[in-house]
């Protein structure tokens, strides 16, 4: 993984939200987000959602 994505992605503001008094940031929309990929057997990247980076090919 971490030759395939060199940089660490980050996620766009407008998806980000803050708990102050529980202390949480909170990524909206990402439960959603994984269970799809979950249900379709892929990546985000393959749903086309917006944070997301295709990786590298790594040769083993």
Do not use: A, R
């Amino acid at each position: 993984m971490h030759q395939s994505v060199k940089d660490i992605p980050t996620f766009p503001s407008n998806w980000i939200s803050v708990d102050e008094e529980q202390k949480l940031t909170i990524v909206d929309g990402l439960e959603e987000v994984l269970t799809e990929c979950y249900d379709q057997f892929c990546l985000p990247n393959d749903l086309g959602i917006e944070w997301s980076k295709p990786g590298s090919i790594v040769k083993l």
